[in-house]
């Protein structure tokens, strides 16, 4: 088991150069624009930290279910693989207008139904109304769900994802865990701040490569390391 700070440093990397520039990040960003920014980031983050505990646990369990040179093995060709992967998206995949079009347009569709379908229920009662408010806003708002929704679901099976499993299989868990929480609060926060204007300045395509060669550098590492017992 490796050290604490190598999970630590290797994960907050990973994490930085996979989410910038990420569906999540653009979605946050462009729900930020519509909605308080507080909620929006609460919503996104929480959803990240649990799908970041959630893959780490994975990562974590999988030694204790088969054994550590398979898991070592399949980490390194992960890496490699995601790295290969990162770098054909980035040279040959649509840029980074596309993807922030996409997913506007796929909010704008959401909002738009959301929109009709909170006309169509303005014929509740006010009262009861208000006494819903005031039990359930307190912890949980429409808000909150939509932005814990879709990031959890966006970023379900993503490469961010796997390549957290395979690193807290081949790395100290705990490092892995607090990596990549901070990486996640970084991303978001810069996300839900900047808004679609920083999002659109962000060049997919050099940070497709960055994290390209990092995942590569990450494999090739793990290639070369002895394999523990």
């Given at each position: 088991m490796s050290?604490?700070?190598?999970?630590f440093?290797?994960?907050?990397?990973?994490?930085?150069?996979?989410?910038?520039?990420d569906?999540?990040?653009f979605a946050?960003?462009i729900?930020?624009?519509?909605?308080?920014?507080?909620?929006?980031?609460?919503?996104?983050?929480?959803?990240l930290?649990?799908?970041?505990?959630?893959?780490?646990?994975v990562?974590?369990?999988?030694?204790n279910?088969?054994?550590?040179?398979?898991?070592?093995?399949v980490t390194?060709?992960?890496?490699?693989?995601?790295?290969?992967?990162?770098?054909?998206?980035?040279?040959?995949e649509?840029?980074?207008?596309?993807?922030?079009?996409e997913?506007?347009?796929?909010l704008?569709?959401?909002?738009?139904?959301?929109?009709?379908a909170?006309?169509?229920?303005?014929?509740?009662?006010?009262?009861?109304?208000?006494?819903?408010?005031?039990?359930?806003?307190?912890?949980?708002?429409?808000?909150?769900l939509q932005?814990f929704?879709i990031?959890?679901?966006g970023?379900?099976?993503?490469?961010?994802?796997?390549?957290?499993?395979?690193?807290?299989?081949?790395?100290?868990?705990?490092?892995?865990?607090l990596?990549?929480?901070?990486?996640?609060?970084l991303?978001?926060?810069?996300?839900?701040?900047?808004?679609?204007s920083?999002?659109?300045?962000?060049?997919?395509?050099i940070?497709?490569?960055?994290?390209?060669?990092?995942?590569?550098?990450?494999?090739?590492?793990?290639?070369?390391?002895?394999?523990?017992?």
């Open positions: 050290s604490i700070v190598q999970g440093t290797k994960s907050l990397a990973m994490t930085i150069l996979s989410e910038i520039g569906k999540t990040f946050a960003a729900l930020a624009m519509r909605n308080p920014r507080r909620l929006v980031l609460s919503g996104c983050l929480s959803a930290i649990v799908m970041t505990i959630l893959s780490a646990l990562g974590w369990a999988a030694p279910l088969i054994s550590r040179k398979w898991t070592h093995h390194t060709f992960l890496f490699l693989g995601f790295g290969l992967w990162s770098l054909k998206e980035a040279i040959f649509e840029g980074d207008a596309e993807e922030l079009a997913v506007e347009a796929e704008d569709k959401n909002w738009k139904a959301k929109n009709g909170t006309k169509d229920s303005k014929k509740v009662d006010d009262a009861t109304k208000k006494q819903k408010r005031s039990l359930l806003s307190q912890f949980f708002s429409p808000i909150f932005a929704s990031t959890f679901f970023e379900w099976g993503d490469k961010s994802q796997l390549a957290t499993i395979g690193l807290a299989a081949d790395e100290n868990p705990f490092g892995v865990v990596g990549g929480i901070l990486g996640q609060a991303c978001t926060s810069a996300a839900v701040v900047g808004g679609k920083l999002a659109s300045q962000i060049s997919e395509k940070v497709g490569l960055s994290g390209g060669i990092l995942f590569i550098v990450f494999g090739i590492q793990s290639f070369l390391s002895p394999v523990e017992s």
